[in-house]
C-alpha cells in the first residue's frame, strides 16, 4: 500500500510560496499523485494531480522527483484564504481494491497577515 | 448545476438507533465513495463503489452498510453496531476511468449520537 506521510502542520505568510512535502516510499508502477485542499466542515476539493517531473496550473505546481517516492506542492503567492488542510493521495481506485483509496493525515497550513 | 448532494446537513441520534444517510450525484460518474473524518484527523474509507450494484469494504466497514441499485445514489447506513458512530461523512464520486480520478466531494453530513 502506498501509505503517505505529510507534516502536520505549516505556517507562512501573505505573498509567501509554500511547498508541502508528501512522501510515498511504496508507490506503484500504475500510482498517480493527487492533492486536495479541505476548508473546515466542508468536503475536499481536488487541486492538482500527476504521475512524473512537474505539472502546473492556474492555482497550484506539483513537483515530482525521478524516483517518485516523495512529491512536493506548491502554492505561489497564498493568501490568507489558504490556510486549511491539505492532502495528498496516492493510488488508482479505477483498478484497484478499496483498501488503496489512503488519503494521508493531511498537512494543516496556517497562513497569516 | 452539477455536483453531489448530501442529506441531512446534521443529523441526531439516539443510541441502538439506525440510521440512514442520503448521497446522490447527477454528474453520471460511475465510482462514488464513503469516508468518515473525526476531529482534528483525515479521512477514512468506509466503502467503495465502482459501479452499480456492487461496491467493497474499505478500512473502517465495520458497523456500516451501504447499497447501490441506481448510479446516481449511494445511501449509507450506520447501525447500531457501530460503537463510535458521531463523526463528519463525505461522501464522493468519481468518473471511474483511468488514470485516478477526481473525486468530487459532497458538502457532508455531521452525525451526533446522543
Known amino acids: 500500500l502506498a501509505k503517505t506521510t505529510q507534516p502536520i502542520s505549516m505556517d507562512s505568510y501573505e505573498g509567501q510560496e509554500v511547498n508541502i512535502t508528501c512522501s510515498h516510499n511504496?508507490?506503484?508502477?500504475?500510482?498517480?499523485i493527487t492533492w486536495y485542499q479541505q476548508f473546515p466542515s466542508q468536503g475536499p476539493r481536488f487541486i492538482i494531480q500527476g504521475y512524473k517531473t512537474k505539472v502546473t496550473n492556474e492555482v497550484a505546481s506539483l513537483f515530482i522527483p525521478a524516483d517518485r517516492k516523495s512529491s512536493t506542492l506548491s502554492l505561489p503567492r497564498v493568501s490568507l484564504s489558504d490556510t486549511a488542510v491539505y492532502y495528498c493521495l496516492v493510488g488508482v481506485p479505477a483498478y484497484s481494491s478499496a483498501s488503496k483509496i489512503i488519503f494521508g493525515s493531511g498537512t494543516r497550513l496556517s497562513i497569516r497577515p | 448545476d452539477g455536483g453531489i448532494t448530501q442529506s441531512p446537513k446534521y443529523l441526531f441520534r439516539k443510541e441502538g438507533q439506525n440510521v440512514t444517510l442520503s448521497c446522490e450525484q447527477n454528474?453520471?460518474?460511475?465510482?462514488m465513495y464513503w469516508y468518515r473524518q473525526d476531529p482534528g484527523q483525515g479521512l477514512r474509507l468506509i466503502y467503495y463503489?465502482?459501479?452499480?450494484?456492487?461496491?467493497q469494504k474499505g478500512d473502517i466497514a465495520e458497523g456500516y452498510s451501504v447499497s447501490r441499485e441506481k448510479k446516481e445514489s449511494f445511501p449509507l447506513t450506520v447501525t447500531s453496531a457501530q460503537k463510535n458512530p458521531t463523526a463528519f461523512y463525505l461522501c464522493?464520486?468519481?468518473?471511474?476511468?483511468?488514470?485516478?480520478?477526481?473525486?468530487?466531494f459532497g458538502p457532508g453530513t455531521r452525525l451526533t449520537v446522543l
Open positions: 464522493a464520486s468519481s468518473r471511474g476511468g483511468p488514470p485516478l480520478d477526481t473525486q468530487y
Open positions: 511504496n508507490i506503484a508502477t500504475n500510482d498517480y
Open positions: 463503489s465502482q459501479i452499480v450494484n456492487d461496491f
Open positions: 454528474l453520471n460518474h460511475d465510482a
